[in-house]
Structures are given as C-alpha cells and as structure tokens.
C-alpha cells in the first residue's frame, strides 16, 4: 500500500504560480512512477504530467507543457508540481497518483494504483 497526501491548492489570479506537493508513505517511494491528474466539474479526469521512478523522464499535457514542471525528491518521498502562467482554465482538483516502476511513463488514470485525496486548485480570471 501507498498513502499519498497532496497539499499547495488554493486560489490564485490569472498568471500567477502554486506549487502543489505530494507525500508519500508506505512502499517505497522511489519504486514508483508519480502522476498528477487533475478533474473538472462535470468533466474526466485528464492527465497533467508524469515522472518515471529515476526522475531520469517526465511528460505533461499539451495544455500544460512550457508552464507546468513535475519533480521529485525520492529521500524526502515527495513529488511536485510547479505550476506556472496558470489560467482559468486549469481550476480544477489536482490528484496525485502511483504507478509501479516501468519504463515507460503511463498518462491513462486506469494505469495507477494509488490516488490521493486532491488538492483544489481556482484559478480567477
């Protein structure tokens, strides 16, 4: 079993920065890939971006590449997210979510099997 606890949400303007944060307990953290997925009212839940185990390769959403960077610190057993330019349209719960070790980085939510509780994320025009 994996525990994950996101914190970081809040409320920001247009054009501003959150860095959203993930801790891990339980398994070994670094035996994992890390996700951050983000859900919409009414909507899917979508991918936001991914980090293999190594921290070696990461991908992200088109919608999010150039503005968002996922990192991790496997001794701290934490992942981020550093969200910049941030618009609307990225308001939002932000989940994260772990997926055992592979090579190749998975972007499909059935791929994970540990979520956390979300962090909400409002971003005001």
């Known amino acids: 079993q994996v525990q994950l606890v996101e914190s970081g949400g809040g409320l920001v303007q247009a054009g501003g920065s959150l860095r959203l944060s993930c801790a891990a307990s339980g398994r070994t953290f670094s035996m994992y890939n890390m996700g951050w997925f983000r859900q919409a009212p009414g909507k899917e839940r979508d991918f936001v971006a991914a980090?293999?185990?190594?921290?070696?390769?990461?991908a992200y959403a088109a919608s999010v590449k150039g503005r968002f960077t996922i990192s991790r610190n496997n001794p701290k057993n934490t992942v981020y997210l550093q969200m910049n330019s941030l618009k609307p349209e990225d308001t939002a719960i932000y989940y994260c979510?772990?997926?055992?070790?592979?090579?190749?980085?998975?972007?499909?939510?059935?791929?994970?099997?540990?979520w956390g509780q979300g962090t909400q994320v409002t971003v005001s025009s």
């Open positions: 980090i293999i185990w190594t921290g070696g390769s990461t």
């Open positions: 979510a772990a997926a055992p070790a592979r090579v190749r980085i998975g972007t499909e939510p059935g791929g994970y099997d540990y």
